[in-house]
């Protein structure tokens, strides 16, 4: 079975400053790993995955998120905040289909 | 091919009414999921097909859904009777052998 913990179903920030979400995961098999962005009404768009080889991956508009095994974590980070990054965002775990986190919602403050 | 298409987006029907939701997966996708989201949580599995085979349903999936994927293309959710507590996001992704889920809109639908 897996699961997949998402810490702080909601998370504020000033823009510039240090985004970091948490996640972790439970998986009987090595993990496939996901981060997904949902803006209102929309459907999930893809910031990075992590499969095998690289720990640290890096995906779309700034963001990137290190996998550690040893901590079954997955924590997504981007360096300074952008008013366009307030959004909600989904960790997943796959075999073979997407297993979800709730949800961390982010608000950017000006 | 652009992306995962649903249709239609919005969709408001009464108690007790039927509704159907269409996908249209990535052309060489062979794997389509359908997924269903409540207000505030994380998307729920409801169901996959690999091809035309449907693989894996949910407990969510009552006997009042059902889905299809004729000929292994666009896929079909039925939800016969519906009640209150269907509403929700309802969610496709289609996935080939490489890369990852690509995700369409979503159907949003409500029950008045």
């Known amino acids: 079975a897996q699961s997949v913990t998402q810490l702080g179903s909601h998370v504020s920030v000033s823009e510039g400053a240090l985004v970091l979400l948490r996640c972790n995961y439970s998986?009987?098999?090595?993990?496939?790993l996901f981060w997904y962005v949902q803006y209102p009404n929309q459907g999930l768009q893809l910031l990075l995955k992590y499969t095998t080889g690289a720990t640290l991956v890096k995906g779309i508009n700034g963001f990137e998120a290190e996998f550690k095994k040893s901590e079954t974590s997955f924590h997504l980070t981007k360096p300074s905040a952008h008013m366009s990054d307030a959004a909600e965002y989904f960790c997943?775990?796959?075999?073979?289909?997407?297993?979800f986190g709730e949800g961390t919602q982010l608000t950017v403050n000006p | 091919d652009t992306g995962v298409s649903q249709n239609p987006r919005h969709k408001i029907t009464k108690r007790g009414q039927n509704v159907t939701f269409r996908c249209d997966p990535i052309s060489e996708h062979n794997r389509l999921y359908w997924y269903r989201q409540t207000l505030g949580q994380g998307p729920e599995f409801l169901t996959y097909?690999?091809?035309?085979?449907?693989?894996?349903k949910s407990r969510l999936l009552s006997d009042r859904f059902s889905a299809e994927r004729p000929k292994g293309s666009f896929s079909t959710l039925e939800i016969q009777r519906t009640e209150q507590g269907d509403s929700a996001m309802y969610l496709c992704?289609?996935?080939?052998?490489?890369?990852?889920?690509?995700f369409g809109q979503g159907t949003r639908l409500t029950v008045v």
């Open positions: 997943a775990v796959s075999g073979p289909r997407l297993t």
């Open positions: 998986s009987s098999v090595p993990p496939y």
């Open positions: 992704a289609s996935h080939g052998r490489k890369g990852q889920p690509i």
């Open positions: 097909f690999q091809n035309e085979a449907q693989l894996e």
